[in-house]
Every structure is written in C-alpha cells, then in structure tokens.
C-alpha cells in the first residue's frame, strides 16, 4: 500500500524524471540493477535534514560492481545518505556458495529462523562467494573472446579484400594471385593422384581450359612448374578473354556513346558464363574513354565481389555450427578451443579455395550473350534501344534517335484490363457463364 515508483527498462520515457523526484520527502523509488542513469538525485532540504537518502538492498548481486553502484546512489557530493542491505541464506549467491556450512554454524549458535544475522563472518562468506562469481564470469568472457579472436582474423582477411574489389584498386593484383594460388592448390591435389587424361578433364570441367603441356611433361616435371605453366596459362586465357568482351562490346558502347552520350550516364551489359548472367553497369563515358576496358574492370569487381559476399555468409553459418560441435571434445579430454581453431583454419582454407575457383570460372568462362545470327559488331541501332545492341540497356527513360532534330516519340498508355475467368459470368449480360457464352470459342 505504499506509494512508489517502479525504475526499469520498461520505463524508460520517464526514467529521468523518477531518478530526479527520489531524493524528495516521502519518495520511495523501486530499481532494479542500478547503473549510472545520467540525472544526479538532487535532496530537498526537508530530506538533508532527515539523513539523506536510504537505499536498501534486498540481496547482495552477483558483482560487487554493482552492489556499489547501488550503494552510490547515497551520500553523493557531500550529501548525506545511508546504505542497507539484506541477504537470505537461501538468495541464489547464498544458496550457490557456502549456504549449507554456514547455515549448519547458525544451527549450532541456536540462531532461530528469521532471526536477523550481522557478524563479520558473514560479510566475508558473502564477499568470497561474490569474488568466486566473478572469477568464473571473467573465464567466460576471456574464452568468448579468445574464439572470436579466431573469427576475427578471418574477418580482416575477408574484408581486406572486399575492400580492394570494391574500390578497385588492385583488382588485377589480386586476381594475379587468386590464379597463383588456385593453380597451386589445384596441382598439389592432382599431381600424382589422376592421370593426364583425367587431369585434362577435370581441367575442362573447372576452368573450360586444356592444359598447355602434355602427358610426358605431366609425368616428369615437378609440381612446382607445372603450377608455373597452369598460372601462364589461365592467365592468358583471362587476359583473352577480357579483351574479347572489350572487343565485342566497344563497338556498341561507341556507337551508344556517339549518338546518345548527351542522354544516357550509364549503360548495362549483360555478361554470362553460361548458367548466371551478371548485368554490369559502367559509366558510359569511362568505357568509352577506355575503349572497354572499364567494362571488364566493373565486371572483375562486381564478380569478386558476389563470390566473396556469398561463401562468407555460408562459412559464418559453418563457423556458428562448429562452435556448437568444438564443445563436445570436452568430452574426450580435448580442448575445445584448440579443436575450433584447427577446424576453423580448415574451413576458412576451403572457403578461400572456392571462392578463388568460382571467379576463376567465372572470368574464363565470361561472354556476352548474342542475338542469333547478328554479331554485337554488326547490329544497326533500333529505334528503342532497350531492344537492340546485344540486349545493352541504358539507364533512363529512352528517347528515339531516328534523327537529329526529331521530336521524342511518345508511347501511348497502357491500358489493363481485367481478364475475365471461364466460370465467371459473361460480360455481355447473357447470364451464362464465359466458357458457355463468347467464350466458347476459345
């Protein structure tokens, strides 16, 4: 029946206001775990007069921390103020640490139940059980930190390239050593395991590539140079490539340019490797400028780019299902972080791994789709160009360019009508069904 109030999370529009009001006379203010709130408690002379604020603890907390934040709230700059708190054997921290022997002492003593209990015996029990709390707290947070350590350095390595593709800056640095490294690995697991007919194939079914040495070369060379001859190799077919597309897509990109380069910033080419199709946009003028290379430059990045985003959000998931399963080597007397750490690096190594080999696969593989029968090179510019060059689109609203001096053409609306269902009564007012009425015929 007594007046108060209640200072939680779930009152936080108000929070400032209660904590200011609690340092009036006849103020009772209930709070949970106390933390610095950002309003001072200011006391009323009424209130200085009286002995200043009382706090009154109704279990001592896990933290020591936080019993004195609690015990702060009193006696602030100068102010006047008393702390009290009470603790049951039978409080969690109690219960937890010590209870039973110091309860069996109390027996002994003759203490009766609910008898109020103040030695320093029990302050002692109190605060050790307090510090064996915050000893094991401070173990888990350093075990949690010390797993996302691992993570961690994962993530530097990740973004640090995400970094590079997304601005571009040594795109061809890195593709150079995505190649070196996945010709690498990709001899280290075959040498010496498949034939070179075996190897061929699977060289084919990776990259769309042959191998640029024979089978005696294969049989008697090192792993070392025949990764030095697969590196040439595949970077020639990429730089190969790339020129192709800048070949085939320039002449249209300039002709684009030429006529409607006043209009249009940028334009979308479609590129594929025969199952995705990436649309990449570039600036109009740039690709120009650079007689397409811009345009292999924007698709190197945006290919890196999708390749890196997609296998992280699958190893993020990988890594969370690992944690989950490192914590059974416990069981079998085996550390678990150690275990994660091992089983990690092998993750993040497969996941490296496949993300070199899909944007290898990707840029070797790369063409522009075309129209049957019309070359990108050869194709006249329709009215509309949504429709011609190859399937390039611009990014606005198109203006015809059937001439110069020529008035924009403009479409007629749309209109969308209401399709009418077989079962549906006829619209002609029959009161037959469709299927039966005018819609027999069809």
Same mark, same amino acid.
């Given at each position: 029946?007594?007046?108060?109030?209640?200072?939680?999370?779930?009152?936080?529009?108000?929070?400032?206001?209660?904590?200011?009001?609690?340092?009036?006379?006849?103020?009772?203010?209930?709070?949970?775990?106390?933390?610095?709130?950002?309003?001072?408690?200011?006391?009323?002379?009424?209130?200085?007069?009286?002995?200043?604020?009382?706090?009154? +603890?109704?279990?001592?907390?896990?933290?020591?921390?936080?019993?004195?934040?609690?015990?702060?709230?009193?006696?602030?700059?100068?102010?006047?103020?008393?702390?009290?708190?009470?603790?049951?054997?039978?409080?969690?921290?109690?219960?937890?640490?010590?209870?039973?022997?110091?309860?069996?002492?109390?027996?002994?003593?003759?203490?009766?139940?609910?008898?109020?209990?103040?030695?320093?015996?029990?302050?002692?029990?109190?605060?050790?059980?307090?510090?064996?709390?915050?000893?094991?707290?401070?173990?888990?947070?350093?075990?949690?930190?010390? $797993?996302?350590?691992?993570?961690?350095?994962?993530?530097?390595?990740? $973004?640090?390239?995400?970094?590079?593709?997304?601005?571009?800056?040594?795109?061809?640095?890195?593709?150079?050593?995505?190649?070196?490294?996945?010709?690498?690995?990709?001899?280290?697991?075959?040498? +010496?395991?498949?034939?070179?007919?075996?190897?061929?194939?699977?060289?084919?079914?990776?990259?769309?590539?042959?191998?640029?040495?024979?089978?005696?070369?294969?049989?008697?060379?090192?792993?070392?140079?025949?990764?030095?001859?697969?590196?040439?190799?595949?970077?020639?077919?990429?730089?190969?490539?790339?020129?192709?597309?800048?070949?085939?897509?320039?002449?249209?990109?300039?002709?684009?340019?030429?006529?409607?380069?006043?209009? $249009?910033?940028?334009?979308?080419?479609?590129?594929?490797?025969?199952?995705?199709?990436?649309?990449?946009?570039?600036?109009?003028?740039?690709?120009?400028?650079?007689? +397409?290379?811009?345009?292999?430059?924007?698709?190197?990045?945006?290919?890196?780019?999708?390749?890196?985003?997609?296998?992280?959000?699958?190893?993020?998931?990988?890594?969370?299902?690992?944690?989950?399963?490192?914590?059974?080597?416990? $069981?079998?007397?085996?550390?678990?972080?150690?275990?994660?750490?091992?089983?990690?690096?092998?993750?993040?190594?497969?996941?490296?791994?496949?993300?070199?080999?899909?944007?290898?696969?990707?840029?070797?593989?790369?063409?522009?789709?075309?129209?049957?029968?019309?070359?990108?090179?050869?194709?006249?510019?329709?009215?509309?160009?949504?429709?011609?060059?190859?399937?390039?689109?611009?990014?606005?609203?198109?203006?015809?360019?059937?001439?110069?001096?020529?008035?924009?053409?403009?479409?007629?609306?749309?209109?969308?009508?209401?399709?009418?269902?077989?079962?549906?009564?006829?619209?002609? +007012?029959?009161?037959?069904?469709?299927?039966?009425?005018?819609?027999?015929?069809?």
């Amino acid at each position: 029946g007594i007046k108060h109030n209640v200072l939680n999370a779930k009152q936080h529009q108000r929070e400032a206001e209660i904590v200011a009001e609690a340092g009036r006379a006849g103020i009772v203010t209930i709070a949970t775990n106390m933390a610095g709130r950002g309003t001072d408690i200011k006391l009323t002379p009424e209130v200085k007069a009286a002995g200043g604020l009382a706090i009154i +603890g109704t279990e001592r907390h896990e933290s020591r921390r936080v019993d004195r934040q609690l015990r702060g709230r009193a006696g602030r700059q100068g102010d006047p103020g008393s702390s009290q708190f009470f603790v049951s054997l039978e409080d969690d921290l109690m219960r937890l640490f010590g209870s039973e022997r110091i309860a069996s002492l109390m027996d002994r003593m003759g203490l009766k139940e609910g008898e109020v209990i103040q030695h320093s015996m029990i302050s002692r029990s109190i605060e050790r059980a307090q510090r064996k709390v915050e000893e094991n707290n401070f173990g888990i947070r350093k075990r949690l930190l010390e $797993y996302d350590d691992v993570m961690n350095s994962q993530r530097e390595v990740i $973004y640090t390239r995400r970094r590079h593709a997304l601005h571009g800056e040594r795109i061809d640095v890195d593709i150079l050593n995505m190649i070196s490294d996945y010709t690498a690995t990709l001899v280290e697991q075959t040498h +010496g395991n498949m034939s070179y007919e075996e190897f061929s194939l699977e060289l084919i079914r990776l990259l769309s590539i042959e191998p640029n040495f024979d089978e005696k070369t294969w049989k008697s060379a090192s792993a070392d140079d025949l990764a030095d001859l697969l590196q040439e190799h595949v970077l020639d077919t990429y730089k190969r490539r790339m020129d192709g597309l800048t070949k085939q897509a320039f002449p249209v990109i300039k002709n684009v340019y030429e006529k409607e380069g006043n209009t $249009y910033e940028n334009i979308v080419v479609p590129i594929t490797d025969g199952h995705k199709v990436f649309q990449i946009l570039v600036n109009l003028k740039k690709a120009h400028e650079t007689e +397409g290379s811009e345009l292999t430059r924007a698709f190197s990045k945006m290919v890196i780019l999708a390749m890196i985003d997609e296998h992280w959000k699958e190893h993020l998931r990988e890594m969370d299902d690992l944690k989950q399963a490192a914590h059974n080597a416990a $069981y079998e007397q085996k550390d678990p972080l150690l275990i994660y750490k091992l089983e990690s690096y092998n993750l993040f190594r497969d996941m490296l791994e496949k993300v070199n080999h899909n944007v290898l696969s990707m840029l070797t593989k790369a063409a522009i789709p075309q129209q049957e029968n019309a070359p990108v090179q050869q194709q006249r510019p329709a009215p509309r160009i949504k429709t011609d060059m190859s399937r390039l689109q611009t990014g606005r609203e198109e203006v015809s360019a059937s001439g110069a001096g020529s008035a924009p053409q403009k479409s007629a609306p749309v209109h969308v009508e209401k399709q009418v269902g077989r079962n549906d009564t006829c619209p002609c +007012g029959s009161g037959k069904k469709f299927k039966s009425c005018h819609g027999k015929e069809m």
